[in-house]
């Protein structure tokens, strides 16, 4: 253990003690604790705690949402008010540049129907499109009409040295 001007202390069952050196006796100054007894909190009965539930209690309670539920309506109304102003503002400038807001036409790819010629009943259905029926293709490979021949199988080549690309759905 330390040894302090001949004062060595030795530590038995978990205390510290003196020992005495050269026959002397002397006393470790150990400092002590004071107890302080606290009481546990006890469950407040609802019977203990009333509730006020008199109208001043209410009117104090909800009197600062009901300033700010006014507040935010003035604040609306405003709003709104400034909205309005500035159409007119909006549509004064209008009249006066001469632009007028016109209504945008309705168009459609169909013909009108005082525009008609004939009528042509069919058993099937016609492909229309842009009002006009379009003509029966024949089932043929499509091509582009401004590729060759060499360009053509330039691709063809690509494709082929490249067989390592799936086909992507």
């Not at 909190?41 to 909800?62: A, C, G, T, W």
Request: charged share 35%; with cysteine.
């Amino acid at each position: 253990m330390k040894k302090r001007s001949r004062l060595s202390v030795k530590k038995k069952s978990g205390c510290l003690m003196p020992s005495s050196v050269a026959g002397e006796t002397s006393v470790l100054a150990v400092p002590s604790w004071r107890d302080h007894s606290v009481e546990p909190l006890r469950d407040p009965n609802p019977s203990d705690i009333l509730e006020n539930l008199d109208d001043s209690v209410f009117s104090k309670r909800h009197a600062k949402l009901e300033l700010d539920e006014k507040r935010r309506k003035r604040w609306d109304i405003q709003r709104i008010r400034e909205q309005r102003i500035l159409q007119r503002l909006q549509l004064r400038m209008y009249k006066k540049k001469g632009i007028q807001e016109s209504e945008p036409e309705v168009t459609s790819f169909f013909p009108e129907p005082d525009d008609v010629e004939s009528l042509m009943i069919t058993p099937f259905l016609p492909v229309v499109a842009f009002g006009r029926p379009l003509p029966k293709l024949t089932p043929q490979n499509f091509e582009l009409p401004w590729l060759d021949e060499r360009s053509r199988c330039r691709l063809e080549i690509q494709k082929k040295q490249t067989p390592h690309r799936t086909c992507r759905k």
